[in-house]
């Protein structure tokens, strides 16, 4: 069975339809990258598959467990448990310096460990700026801070919307070295969603998506 | 990591949060300031009050023959110090005998039968075992009464009441006849009763006068009293133990004169109700409004930190989203803004506490011209109020951060 299994997803909101009967299948440790326009469809699926929005219709279910039939409480327990996320605009507590954002995830898992975080931020190379706040970190650092944060629970799924959006070229390829060496490291699922060429081209697999439709998907070739 | 959350958000948001302790402070200090007069407004307006005059009367019990034959009763003197020995002796203010004879009088010919009064107007009454005095007299329960001249020292002086004298044409220094002995007018009296057609004189020398020695008609008294509520109304001989010890060791006017009663050897005691039950209502009205007070307090600093921390959330909203999608339940996010408004309710409260203590010494001088006696109980009423009005001041704010959909603030391209 898929780890993340999208069954006819249709999202409505008053005026335009955002996704119209949306399916897909994702495999367990897969790395697939979403691309398309703006207002294709692809950050509204993002969100329902990790439980941030609902479907109007249809069903997402990860890891068997049926997401869309969940409470409020209940997705973010599941959330916690078992997604990690990266936005685009790399979102970190502006007031909390680097490591207590990571300890942050922990507080909201079970016990924050402040070892552990600092652990976290060296692997993605931060062990240099753990005191620091975002205002004094760098693009680029700030969403490798947000990596730090989305695996410090080891999720089984990790969801990334446009996270290299605001990254010139070289920091978007660092950061995908480094999502590709923790990806081939810790085993989870990533879904990116991008509509820069040059990441869509590090997963394994990419849908393309048009108008609320999926209208290609294919295995990524290098 | 909730310290840290708290810690770093209250000096991220140093304006907000010094704006909400200063709204809880002043709330808390005006409820806090405001119980502390309420618990002390009974004894002080209670006193007060005693300017109205006594508010029980003693006479002596008319039973059997003594009542069909009209025979005239008194009560003993040497009772009065024993008002000073029963369980509520600390709350008798006042007390002062009256011994009421008739007399014929004679003034430039005129004879007229009036009534002659026997009273102290100010006399210290030696207590056993005890160096202080216990003022008694007219002036401790009725302070208005007006001498122009002087209450009668000597066997040979009298007062006059203002009505008599003006009846009779009596003036200050007049001589008259009483039942054929010659006396002085040393004063004329007003009080604006019964009293300005009386003659009044020493107490001992009329007791002498009259032989009536030791003896007194009645005698009223001015006692600090709880305001009567339904229990007081309570008819004593139909309570149980419980309820009876609990009714006589409450300062209630009925308690206190049962045990005058007690002590004043065949007499009966009466509360004067129009003095009591003035005092009753006149607290009770006053501790409503001071309630009343201390909820629009703390309902309005709870608004202002309400209000408050809704203008601090607008600017977290990004925050909240972030933290929903990091994994935090409703029980998380409820958590970080009840502990902020557990910590600004505990140092508004202290604050307010401080300014209490100071504010209600201010009432207290201010209104009742006297300092309001410190109560242990106040530090954890202003940290009560406070937390009260600061958690009360998170329910809104807390309402609308769980209705926060990630999916909207966190929203990118797509």
């Not at chain 1, 970190?92 to 954002?101: G, R, S, T």
């Not at chain 2, 809880?24 to 005059?53: C, N």
Request: proline share 3%; hydrophobic share 40%; charged share 20%.
């Amino acid at each position: 069975m898929s780890f993340v299994i999208v069954r006819d997803v249709i999202k409505e909101y008053e005026t335009a339809h955002a996704l119209r009967g949306v399916s897909l299948e994702v495999e367990k440790r897969q790395w697939l990258n979403m691309v398309g326009p703006s207002g294709s469809g692809k950050s509204t699926l993002l969100n329902i598959i990790g439980g941030l929005d609902s479907p109007s219709s249809g069903s997402v279910t990860i890891d068997s467990t049926g997401i869309d039939r969940l409470s409020e409480d209940d997705m973010a327990r599941f959330r916690r448990e078992k997604i990690g996320f990266i936005f685009q605009q790399s979102h970190l507590i502006p007031y909390l310096n680097a490591v207590e954002n990571v300890m942050l995830a922990q507080y909201f898992h079970s016990m924050s460990d402040e070892k552990e975080a600092m652990e976290a931020l060296a692997r993605v190379g931060l062990s240099h700026r753990i005191y620091h706040r975002p205002s004094q970190l760098s693009g680029g650092e700030q969403q490798r801070v947000c990596i730090a944060r989305a695996l410090i629970n080891s999720p089984s799924l990790l969801l990334a919307d446009e996270p290299t959006g605001n990254l010139d070229r070289e920091n978007t390829r660092v950061m995908l070295e480094l999502l590709r060496k923790l990806h081939s490291e810790e085993h989870f699922t990533i879904i990116l969603v991008t509509h820069d060429p040059f990441v869509s081209k590090w997963g394994q697999r990419i849908i393309t998506m048009e108008d609320g439709r999926i209208i290609q998907d294919e295995p990524v070739h290098v | 990591m909730l310290l840290n959350i708290i810690k770093r958000s209250f000096a991220n948001q140093k304006k907000a949060m010094l704006l909400m302790i200063a709204s809880v402070a002043v709330g808390t200090a005006m409820a806090a300031s405001l119980i502390t007069i309420s618990l002390e407004i009974s004894g002080k307006v209670s006193k007060e009050l005693r300017s109205f005059g006594a508010n029980i009367l003693i006479e002596p019990r008319l039973e059997g023959l003594a009542d069909i034959s009209g025979q005239k009763r008194y009560l003993r003197q040497e009772d009065i110090v024993k008002s000073k020995t029963i369980f509520w002796r600390h709350n008798i203010l006042g007390i002062s005998p009256f011994l009421d004879t008739e007399s014929e009088i004679s003034v430039s010919g005129v004879k007229e039968t009036v009534r002659l009064v026997g009273a102290w107007y100010e006399k210290g009454l030696p207590l056993p075992g005890e160096a202080k005095e216990f003022p008694a007299g007219i002036k401790t329960v009725s302070p208005w009464w007006y001498i122009e001249g002087q209450w009668p020292d000597q066997a040979d002086k009298v007062v006059a009441g203002t009505s008599l004298a003006a009846r009779l044409g009596i003036k200050k220094g007049d001589s008259l006849m009483i039942d054929g002995k010659g006396f002085v007018v040393s004063g004329i009296l007003e009080t604006g009763g019964n009293e300005d057609n009386e003659l009044y004189m020493d107490l001992g020398h009329l007791q002498e006068f009259k032989n009536l020695s030791g003896r007194v008609s009645r005698v009223y008294v001015s006692a600090l009293t709880t305001p009567m509520d339904k229990f007081a109304y309570k008819d004593p001989k139909t309570m149980s133990r419980p309820e009876y010890e609990k009714w006589y060791c409450t300062g209630y006017v009925t308690s206190i004169a049962k045990q005058l009663e007690e002590v004043f050897y065949g007499s009966r005691t009466k509360p004067i109700w129009q003095v009591a039950e003035t005092e009753g209502k006149v607290l009770e009205r006053l501790r409503l409004l001071i309630y009343f007070l201390c909820g629009i307090a703390l309902a309005a600093s709870a608004l202002g930190v309400s209000t408050t921390m809704i203008m601090s959330l607008l600017r977290r909203i990004d925050e909240i989203g972030l933290m929903k999608a990091t994994g935090a339940d409703s029980s998380k996010i409820i958590t970080i803004f009840v502990s902020e408004g557990f910590v600004i309710g505990t140092i508004g409260g202290l604050l307010g506490y401080a300014l209490a203590i100071a504010a209600a010494q201010y009432i207290g001088m201010k209104v009742f011209n006297s300092a309001v006696e410190h109560k242990a109980l106040l530090l954890p009423v202003a940290i009560g109020s406070a937390l009260v009005i600061s958690i009360a001041g998170t329910i809104l704010p807390i309402r609308r951060a769980l209705r926060i959909k990630p999916a909207v603030v966190l929203k990118g391209a797509g």
